[in-house]
């Protein structure tokens, strides 16, 4: 079946570095959604993106999918203690399937 | 801003009861949805429900798992013979259309502990 893969499973950087998180499907996915949660919480939706090639941003995120539609990233300009939680990838092919996420934390 | 809300927000239950796990999604979506994150772990996806019928389910929900939608509000997860490996947080989704593309907006979960 459809299986997602996230690397790197934790981070922990210091405040004003970057952080990028890594997504790949076993199957060229219709569109790729990204979650974050913070301890305790729950996922919340970020950003999808459906196009090939698309780039998305959304202040300090810039949010990429493959050419090929089977992988994703994340990336985090300039972390604030404010981005730590956990950043999963949910690939779409027939159902949402999430990665195992990536723990980021920040050091202040 | 509307939103999904579940009750309760922790259940604890003994090995071998049955639980219901109860969610109200947004008002005017039409597709439901329940995950499982087992703690420290990824988001599982359970099950779908659409226009009153499961529309996909995943390996983890068997027999000793239904859904329902017992009225125009409410949607249930129902366990009847809970197991240990059953404790986890649950999350009810819903989405106003089934489609790929739309987006599923995700309750705070109940966090089930079988003893």
């Known amino acids: 079946g459809q299986q997602v893969m996230q690397i790197p499973q934790y981070q922990h950087v210091q405040e004003g570095e970057d952080f990028t998180t890594y997504c790949n499907s076993s199957?060229?996915?219709?569109?790729i959604q990204w979650y974050k949660q913070r301890p305790g919480g729950h996922p919340v939706f970020l950003i999808q993106?459906?196009?090939?090639?698309e780039v998305k941003k959304q202040k300090r995120l810039t949010f990429q999918f493959g050419e090929a539609k089977k992988n994703s990233s994340l990336h985090i300009t300039a972390t604030q203690t404010t981005d730590v939680g956990t950043y999963f990838c949910?690939?779409?092919?027939?159902?949402?399937?999430f990665g195992a996420g990536t723990i980021l934390r920040v050091k202040s | 801003e509307p939103e999904v809300t579940q009750t309760p927000s922790h259940q604890v239950t003994q090995m071998g009861q049955e639980v219901i796990l109860r969610c109200v999604p947004i008002?005017?979506?039409?597709?439901f949805y329940w995950y499982r994150q087992i703690l420290g772990q990824k988001v599982e996806f359970l099950v779908s429900?659409?226009?009153?019928?499961?529309?996909?389910k995943s390996e983890i929900f068997d027999d000793q798992f239904s859904v329902e939608r017992p009225d125009g509000s409410n949607f249930t997860l129902k366990i009847r013979s809970t197991k240990l490996e059953d404790s986890a947080m649950y999350f009810c989704?819903?989405?106003?259309?089934?489609?790929?593309?739309?987006?599923?907006?995700f309750g705070p979960g109940t966090r089930l502990t079988v003893l």
């Open positions: 989704a819903s989405s106003y259309g089934g489609g790929r593309t739309d987006t599923q907006y």
């Open positions: 199957t060229t996915l219709s569109n």
């Open positions: 993106l459906v196009k090939s090639g």
């Open positions: 949910a690939g779409n092919g027939n159902k949402l399937v």
């Open positions: 008002s005017n979506h039409l597709y």
């Open positions: 429900f659409y226009n009153n019928e499961i529309s996909e």
